[in-house]
């Protein structure tokens, strides 16, 4: 599956948009990119529709564990479906504007959509990716002593160390972090 960024990607490394010699690792090296930094920022880059299924507290407030969120889908509430004018989200919490949450094991349902869309990413954001893809695109298109580092780039993709990036693309990194507690 060809990524969102390919054509991003190639005009960064400057490469001709019609060649398409090398557009499977620029994927793979694209997603891993993606990948890492999702879960070491803990967002969601790829716009999607989520569900969550949290306890109610008794409170009119609850904590949605997804970032960034772009709207309300649905709300459920002992299988009740609610208005979901009824429901803001601010900071990551959602607030019952005119009532509480019963309180229950898993007994709210909260539909969501998360994730960036190609265009509402933020520059920064796109450009840690696009910096990451062309460090492992380097790392897995170098030919060291007569063996490709195909494979083991795209590995360290997937289990990059922190410690390694570049500290340019740490700066970034840091920016958008959400901090879990």
């Known amino acids: 599956m060809a990524s969102r960024f390919l054509d991003d990607f190639k005009n960064y490394k400057e490469f001709d948009l019609t060649d398409t010699s090398q557009d499977e690792i ?10 890492y930094i999702e879960n070491e920022c803990n ?28 709207s309300i889908v649905s709300v459920k509430i002992d299988d009740v479906i609610q208005d979901i004018n009824d429901f803001v989200v601010i900071n990551n919490h959602l ?15 909260v539909a969501i959509t998360t994730g960036y869309s190609p265009t509402s990413i ?6 840690a990716i696009l910096k990451l893809a062309d460090k492992l695109f380097t790392d897995a298109t170098d030919n ?4 490709t580092g195909y494979d083991t780039g795209i590995k360290m993709g997937e289990h990059y160390v922190h410690s390694d990036l570049p500290d340019n ?3 970034i990194l840091y920016q958008h972090k959400r901090w879990v507690l």
């Open 26 to 35: 620029m994927n793979l090296v694209l997603d891993a990119s993606e990948s």
């Open 43 to 70: 967002i969601i880059l790829a716009e999607s529709t989520k569900t969550l299924n949290i306890s109610g507290n008794g409170t009119n407030t609850i904590y949605l564990d997804a970032s960034p969120i772009n």
């Open 95 to 109: 607030y019952y504007k005119v009532s509480t949450f019963t309180s229950g094991a898993l007994n709210v349902l």
């Open 122 to 127: 933020s520059n920064t954001l796109k450009l």
């Open 144 to 147: 060291r002593d007569g063996v």
């Open 169 to 171: 693309i740490k700066a």
